[in-house]
């Protein structure tokens, strides 16, 4: 059973650091490419961006939003992806979810979501 | 502004049928497939439709996908009061690099 597991949401404030894990199990992770997704409160879903696997050079791309703030990575060997998050502001508050992607944009199993709450 | 245009909100009896749109262009839904998400209130968003009109095993007939030139379309048949979520279309924009989502559209049975 593919399961993906989201940790280290929290509050932070503007300006700071927040990093997020996304624990993967049940499929070869190293197959797969990896996506983040968003979803600010009362909001509908926005995507944040994704890695590829290692066979497609681990690429990752961003939405303009993040570009530059946001960096993906992932640790092929203990199937966790990483979402590491600067200069968070207010309106990067949101349930970010974890997923896994086939193709470029198809993300057929989601985490059940970790939330970040930016405020002073 | 979502990339992707969904109406915000559908409705119908149970049993009846509803249809949702999504609106693109040639850089997200005429050159690339299309996916559908269901979200259940307080749940994460799950995959309903993928390639356009292909349902994950487990989702059941009610719902179907289609797709023409920079629209696509979720149909789900035989309403039932457990359908009652946010449906969201997806795809990814050549043009932006990025993968892009509707807006969301609330399906409401009376």
């Known amino acids: 059973e593919v399961q993906l597991v989201e940790s280290g949401g929290g509050l932070v404030q503007p300006g700071r650091s927040l990093s997020l894990s996304c624990t993967a199990s049940?499929?070869?992770?190293?197959?797969?490419?990896m996506s983040w997704v968003r979803q600010a409160p009362g909001k509908g879903l926005e995507w944040v961006g994704f890695?590829?696997?290692?066979?497609?050079?681990?690429?990752?791309k961003y939405a303009a939003s993040v570009r530059g703030r946001f960096t993906i990575s992932r640790d092929d060997s203990n199937s966790i992806v990483y979402l590491q998050m600067n200069s968070l502001k207010t309106e990067d508050t949101a349930i970010y979810y974890c997923?896994?992607?086939?193709?470029?944009?198809?993300?057929?199993?989601w985490g059940q979501g970790t939330l970040v709450t930016v405020s002073s | 502004q979502s990339v992707l245009t969904q109406p915000p909100s559908v409705s119908a009896a149970p049993g009846q049928k509803v249809t949702i749109s999504c609106s693109g262009s040639?850089?997200?839904?005429?050159?690339?497939?299309v996916s559908w998400y269901q979200q259940l209130p307080g749940a994460a968003p799950k995959l309903l439709i993928h390639?356009?009109?292909k349902r994950p095993s487990g989702i059941p007939d009610r719902f179907s996908g289609s797709k023409s030139g920079t629209s696509a379309t979720l149909g789900i048949t035989g309403l039932q009061t457990g359908d009652e979520a946010d449906y969201y279309c997806?795809?990814?924009?050549?043009?932006?690099?990025?993968?892009?989502f509707g807006g969301g559209t609330k399906v409401t049975v009376l």
């Open positions: 890695i590829r696997s290692k066979a497609y050079g681990e690429t990752p």
């Open positions: 390639d356009n009109d």
């Open positions: 040639s850089s997200n839904i005429v050159n690339n497939d």
């Open positions: 997923t896994r992607v086939v193709g470029w944009s198809l993300n057929d199993y």
């Open positions: 997806g795809a990814w924009d050549s043009s932006l690099s990025a993968g892009v």
């Open positions: 049940g499929f070869t992770f190293g197959d797969y490419a």
